[in-house]
């Protein structure tokens, strides 16, 4: 269980002049559950966006399931089959319907059959509890249904990390605890996962560690019992302060 | 139809006031017309008498009687439903279109001995350069926006240059330019393909612009999400970012071929025979001009109706297909 997936050493990362991402060092492990936090602005996002290269890092290192990522690869692609990734604003195909979504990235890049793709999509629908809705297309959906469906449409690739960006974050109230339910189901079999968001429950329930962003670094890392009830560093204290405090 | 508002006062055609205004624009109009030569003037001899020595007093009733029929014809069509309005005001304007070529006094039957002439020669030609252009001008549109959109300084560059110079010269200018100046190089070009290559380049130049927005228009998380699956560029475009852009790509590009329908009439200088060129010369020999510019005239709408037609159905299809 301790095959390291994600490896960021000395990363570095700037827009312009201003810096983003300050000497982050981290490992990922096969298995490991991850939650990023931290206030708006604290590169947690560029962080976890760098992982698939969707951001390109100035200096440092990231290897991903064993590739480094740098600009002049050309297997990228590759790579990103290997990393799933779920957005904020969902970023479903509204031009497809919901099972075409989820079939696309199997038959169109690792070349499974359409059958074998559809069996799948529909196996992961259940799993998101919405087979129902496969013949509609995104924007008939709920933002719960929608995320729910982002998931699967990740998990359709068999990935060996799954990315979540905030995923919660642009739901109704009412609707982040299905996607969140997913969420810790994927955790309990054994996915390995980093996630940005805000959810604390979230984090305690299903995190291996917890990391505290701001202004770019990475100021505290430490398992969810010790991050929430015995917060190192002042910022880290701050910061939970006024996220609990309601 | 931009937006059903439920808050609705009486047609404006209703309001006394501009009732009122528009009898008297009208007859002030119908007036200075001098109707009292003509058919309405004998329509009202039992008022105004002989209408050759009527003057103004006929000129003016006739204008007023005109104006009253005109406006009860225009409240009434206001009480109508939507549809039915449009049906009835498309009727009319057409009935005077036609009256209007109808007084030209044209003679049928020199139309009747040429038009099956100018459909076989004139319209098959036409259609089959604006065809084979629309679809040259859409594959160079397509490269166009994407060299346009890269990061490659060349590409950016030839693209730009492109659409500047094609966009800057007059389309009859091109026509010229193709025809005569490919000879100074050496190669001997025909009319046809000169034709088409004009309309290619010209047409090609505006719509790669039309493209390039319809591109640039979809969200940039399209492109994260199907990049972060592994997809390549060639694919993310053709199959993410493209059937995206269609729905908003469409319209425009409707336009531009019905203008390119109608600006294929300028190849007829370089002595293709299509319907422009036929209309011309046709009625040379008998000093019949109008009766051939009148009918491929008619021609020309005919076929943009039909390509409006086609539009609006590709229009519906996609609006249904994504929600």
Redesign the interface.
């Known amino acids: 269980m301790s095959t390291p997936i994600i490896e960021m050493t000395n990363v570095n990362k700037w827009y312009g002049t201003y810096h983003a991402l300050r000497n982050i060092n981290f490992t990922v492990n096969e298995g490991d559950k991850i939650v990023v936090c931290g206030p708006s602005g604290s590169g947690k996002s560029t962080m976890i966006r760098t992982l698939?290269y969707?951001e390109a890092h100035q200096e440092g290192t990231i290897r991903v399931n064993g590739t480094d990522m740098h600009s002049k690869m050309k297997d990228v692609?590759?790579?990103?089959?290997d990393?799933g990734?779920v957005?904020q604003?969902f970023?479903?195909?509204?031009?497809l319907t919901i099972l075409q979504n989820l079939m696309?990235?199997p038959m169109?890049?690792r070349g499974i059959s359409e059958e074998e793709a559809r069996k799948t999509a529909m196996m992961y629908l259940e799993r998101v509890r919405i087979p129902e809705q496969a013949d509609k297309?995104p924007?008939?959906l709920s933002g719960g249904q929608q995320q729910r469906v982002a998931i699967a449409?990740?998990l359709c690739?068999k990935p060996k990390v799954m990315l979540f960006d905030e995923p919660t974050s642009a739901l109704d109230p009412e609707m982040v605890s299905e996607v969140l339910d997913t969420m810790v189901s994927l955790a309990k079999d054994g996915m390995t996962m980093v996630c940005v968001t805000h959810e604390m429950g979230f984090a305690k329930a299903v995190a291996d560690r917890v990391i505290f962003m701001d202004e770019g670094e990475i100021i505290e890392e430490n398992d969810p019992i010790n991050f929430f009830d015995n917060p190192q560093s002042k910022r880290t204290q701050n910061f939970l302060g006024q996220i609990l405090q309601h | 139809m931009l937006f059903a508002d439920t808050v609705v006062g009486d047609p404006a055609v209703h309001k006394p006031k501009i009732i009122l205004i528009m009898v008297m624009v009208a007859t002030v109009l119908f007036t200075l017309f001098g109707l009292n030569d003509t058919i309405f003037g004998e329509f009202m001899r039992p008022v105004i008498g002989e209408p050759k020595e009527s003057g103004f007093f006929g000129n003016a009733s006739i204008g007023l009687v005109m104006a009253i029929i005109v406006v009860i014809n225009i409240v009434l069509i206001g009480f109508l439903p939507f549809r039915i309005q449009i049906l009835i005001v498309w009727f009319e304007l057409l009935l005077l279109f036609l009256t209007f070529f109808y007084s030209f006094g044209l003679n049928y039957q020199f139309i009747q001995s040429k038009i099956w002439f100018m459909i076989t020669q004139g319209v098959f030609t036409t259609l089959y350069i604006s065809a084979i252009s629309i679809i040259l001008a859409s594959v160079l549109a397509i490269v166009g926006a994407i060299a346009k959109l890269s990061s490659n300084g060349f590409a950016f560059a030839i693209a730009s240059f492109y659409t500047s110079f094609f966009r800057g010269l007059p389309l009859l200018m091109q026509v010229y330019l193709i025809y005569l100046g490919l000879p100074q190089l050496g190669y001997v070009i025909d009319a046809v393909p000169a034709g088409v290559m004009a309309l290619t380049l010209c047409y090609g130049a505006y719509m790669t612009e039309i493209f390039r927005a319809g591109i640039q228009s979809i969200?940039k998380?399209?492109w994260?999400?199907?990049?972060?699956?592994?997809?390549?560029f060639g694919?993310t475009m053709r199959?993410?970012i493209l059937?995206?852009a269609m729905p908003l790509i469409i319209p425009p590009t409707g336009n531009q071929f019905i203008a390119m329908l109608k600006d294929s009439s300028l190849v007829s200088v370089i002595g293709v025979w299509e319907l422009m060129f036929l209309a011309r010369t046709l009625g040379n020999k008998d000093f019949r001009h109008m009766e051939m510019l009148i009918t491929a005239a008619l021609i020309y709408w005919v076929l943009t109706v039909c390509l409006e037609l086609v539009q609006s159905r590709i229009e519906r299809h996609y609006r249904t297909?994504?929600?």
């Open positions: 698939n969707l692609d590759k790579v990103r089959m990393v990734m957005f604003h970023n479903l195909f509204p031009h696309a990235g169109w890049v297309y924007g008939q449409r990740s690739m | 969200n998380g399209q994260e999400a199907s990049r972060s699956m592994g997809f390549g694919l199959r993410i059937p995206q297909a994504s929600h």
